[in-house]
């Protein structure tokens, strides 16, 4: 019963995090360091997932300055981190990699999970689509929906690229500030 009562609660933390997502009245909008907002998510979920599987990061020790607000870019960092956590067995590993262009941060998060195929790939942002239609797995196809509103509404992009069997790989990409 507490399973569930925990399962509902996550689910309707999750919905009011994607209306959120949907007004970007919600943002703040100042500069930060996007830098410190991906270490802290790493961080996090590394200790969460006891370092299965390993955790590759190459983060600048410059700041990566961007416009924004922090709570909610950790928010959408950890989906996206969360999910490559998620579908990466023990032995494989995630690498999280932030570079700064003159303009613009971009994130790649890359995995050697169990991937997608093509066919599926178009979906994966569609707010409740999950590639395990028996829902097996434990998620609510809410948190690539909630990621990309996040990114933009930050006035970034995020994209995927995924082979089945190999893994998957998102980039977001936000305007860079100074």
Not at 13 to 25: I, Q
Not at 39 to 68: I, N, S, W, Y
Not at 121 to 136: K, N
Request: glycine share 6%; hydrophobic share 45%; charged share 20%.
């Amino acid at each position: 019963m507490e399973m569930e009562i925990d399962r509902i609660n996550r689910l309707i933390r999750s919905l009011v995090l994607l209306m959120k997502a949907e007004s970007a009245d919600t943002f703040a909008r100042v500069p930060l360091d996007f830098s410190d907002v991906v270490r802290t998510e790493c961080l996090a979920l590394e200790m969460t997932f006891r370092g299965q599987p390993a955790l590759h990061t190459a983060l600048p020790t410059a700041p990566v300055f961007v416009f924004g607000d922090a709570e909610y870019l950790r928010s959408a960092v950890h989906e996206v981190l969360h999910n490559a956590y998620r579908f990466t067995p023990p032995e494989g590993h995630i690498s999280v990699t932030l570079t700064l262009t003159a303009t613009e941060a971009h994130l790649e998060i890359a995995d050697t999970g169990i991937g997608l195929a093509a066919a599926d790939l178009p979906h994966i942002f569609d707010t409740f689509w999950r590639l395990d239609e028996a829902h097996t797995t434990p998620g609510f196809g809410l948190g690539l929906p909630i990621a990309k509103r996040i990114i933009e509404q930050h006035d970034g992009i995020i994209h995927a690229t995924s082979e089945f069997g190999v893994g998957s790989r998102f980039v977001i990409v936000l305007p860079a500030t100074r």
